[in-house]
Nanobody, 124 residues
Framework: QVQLAESGGGLVQAGGSLRLSCVAS????????MGWFRQAPGKERELVAA????????YYTDSVKGRFTISRDNARNTVNLQMNSLKPEDTAIYSC?????????????????WGQGTQVTISS
Protein backbone atom coordinates (compact mmCIF):
# COMPACT_ATOMS: atom_id res chain seq x y z
CA GLN A 1 0.00 0.00 0.00
CA VAL A 2 1.20 3.51 -0.78
CA GLN A 3 0.97 6.62 1.39
CA LEU A 4 0.65 9.99 -0.33
CA ALA A 5 1.25 13.48 1.05
CA GLU A 6 0.45 16.64 -0.92
CA SER A 7 1.80 20.14 -0.48
CA GLY A 8 1.78 23.44 -2.31
CA GLY A 9 -1.83 24.56 -2.19
CA GLY A 10 -2.84 28.09 -1.34
CA LEU A 11 -4.63 31.26 -2.37
CA VAL A 12 -3.63 33.08 -5.55
CA GLN A 13 -5.23 35.61 -7.87
CA ALA A 14 -6.62 34.65 -11.23
CA GLY A 15 -3.84 34.41 -13.79
CA GLY A 16 -1.33 33.29 -11.21
CA SER A 17 0.50 30.00 -10.77
CA LEU A 18 0.86 27.28 -8.18
CA ARG A 19 2.95 24.13 -8.04
CA LEU A 20 1.59 21.12 -6.18
CA SER A 21 3.82 18.28 -5.04
CA CYS A 22 3.04 14.82 -3.77
CA VAL A 23 5.51 12.50 -2.05
CA ALA A 24 4.81 8.77 -2.08
CA SER A 25 6.03 6.12 0.32
CA UNK A 26 5.39 2.51 1.15
CA UNK A 27 5.43 0.99 -2.33
CA UNK A 28 7.93 0.96 -5.21
CA UNK A 29 7.21 4.31 -6.87
CA UNK A 30 8.08 3.17 -10.38
CA UNK A 31 5.52 0.37 -10.19
CA UNK A 32 2.52 2.59 -10.85
CA UNK A 33 1.10 5.55 -12.71
CA MET A 34 0.06 8.67 -10.79
CA GLY A 35 -2.61 11.30 -11.09
CA TRP A 36 -4.10 14.46 -9.66
CA PHE A 37 -7.79 14.78 -8.87
CA ARG A 38 -9.79 17.78 -7.76
CA GLN A 39 -13.15 18.23 -6.12
CA ALA A 40 -14.97 21.53 -5.85
CA PRO A 41 -17.85 22.09 -3.41
CA GLY A 42 -21.02 20.47 -4.72
CA LYS A 43 -19.23 18.82 -7.64
CA GLU A 44 -17.98 15.32 -8.37
CA ARG A 45 -14.32 14.41 -8.07
CA GLU A 46 -12.57 14.96 -11.39
CA LEU A 47 -9.35 13.50 -12.76
CA VAL A 48 -7.27 16.51 -13.80
CA ALA A 49 -4.03 14.95 -14.99
CA ALA A 50 -2.21 11.63 -14.98
CA UNK A 51 1.19 10.23 -15.87
CA UNK A 52 2.54 6.75 -16.48
CA UNK A 53 5.39 5.22 -14.49
CA UNK A 54 8.25 6.42 -16.69
CA UNK A 55 6.77 9.85 -17.32
CA UNK A 56 6.51 9.74 -21.11
CA UNK A 57 2.74 9.44 -21.39
CA UNK A 58 0.29 11.92 -19.88
CA TYR A 59 -3.41 12.67 -19.73
CA TYR A 60 -5.16 16.01 -19.10
CA THR A 61 -8.80 16.86 -18.82
CA ASP A 62 -9.83 19.35 -21.49
CA SER A 63 -10.30 22.31 -19.16
CA VAL A 64 -6.65 22.35 -18.07
CA LYS A 65 -4.86 21.48 -21.31
CA GLY A 66 -2.17 24.04 -22.10
CA ARG A 67 -2.26 25.42 -18.53
CA PHE A 68 -1.33 22.48 -16.27
CA THR A 69 1.68 20.19 -16.51
CA ILE A 70 2.11 16.93 -14.62
CA SER A 71 5.60 15.53 -14.05
CA ARG A 72 7.31 12.99 -11.83
CA ASP A 73 10.72 12.52 -10.29
CA ASN A 74 11.16 8.81 -9.66
CA ALA A 75 14.43 9.37 -7.77
CA ARG A 76 12.50 11.47 -5.22
CA ASN A 77 9.22 9.49 -5.29
CA THR A 78 7.48 12.72 -6.22
CA VAL A 79 4.77 13.76 -8.66
CA ASN A 80 4.16 17.44 -9.37
CA LEU A 81 1.40 19.51 -10.91
CA GLN A 82 2.43 22.89 -12.30
CA MET A 83 -0.66 25.07 -12.67
CA ASN A 84 -0.44 28.26 -14.70
CA SER A 85 -3.02 30.84 -15.85
CA LEU A 86 -5.24 29.82 -12.96
CA LYS A 87 -8.94 30.63 -13.07
CA PRO A 88 -11.54 30.92 -10.29
CA GLU A 89 -13.14 27.72 -11.60
CA ASP A 90 -9.91 25.86 -10.73
CA THR A 91 -10.74 26.35 -7.04
CA ALA A 92 -10.99 22.92 -5.40
CA ILE A 93 -9.30 20.44 -3.12
CA TYR A 94 -6.56 18.76 -5.11
CA SER A 95 -5.48 15.23 -4.28
CA CYS A 96 -2.81 13.04 -5.74
CA UNK A 97 -3.54 9.39 -6.37
CA UNK A 98 -1.66 6.22 -7.23
CA UNK A 99 -2.72 3.87 -9.96
CA UNK A 100 -2.87 0.10 -9.64
CA UNK A 101 -0.38 -0.58 -12.45
CA UNK A 102 2.55 1.06 -14.27
CA UNK A 103 0.32 2.07 -17.18
CA UNK A 104 -1.28 5.50 -17.71
CA UNK A 105 -4.37 5.67 -15.47
CA UNK A 106 -7.24 7.59 -17.08
CA UNK A 107 -10.30 6.42 -15.17
CA UNK A 108 -11.16 6.79 -11.52
CA UNK A 109 -11.31 3.01 -11.22
CA UNK A 110 -7.63 2.81 -12.30
CA UNK A 111 -6.57 4.41 -8.99
CA UNK A 112 -6.13 2.57 -5.70
CA UNK A 113 -4.80 5.13 -3.21
CA TRP A 114 -5.48 8.84 -2.56
CA GLY A 115 -3.83 11.49 -0.46
CA GLN A 116 -5.66 13.78 1.96
CA GLY A 117 -5.67 16.71 -0.44
CA THR A 118 -4.60 20.33 -0.45
CA GLN A 119 -6.83 23.37 -0.91
CA VAL A 120 -6.36 25.56 -3.97
CA THR A 121 -8.31 28.82 -4.03
CA ILE A 122 -8.25 31.24 -6.96
CA SER A 123 -9.62 34.73 -6.39
CA SER A 124 -11.06 36.80 -9.23
Amino acid sequence: QVQLAESGGGLVQAGGSLRLSCVASGRTFTAYGMGWFRQAPGKERELVAAINWVGDDTYYTDSVKGRFTISRDNARNTVNLQMNSLKPEDTAIYSCAAGGTWDLPTRQTDFVSWGQGTQVTISS
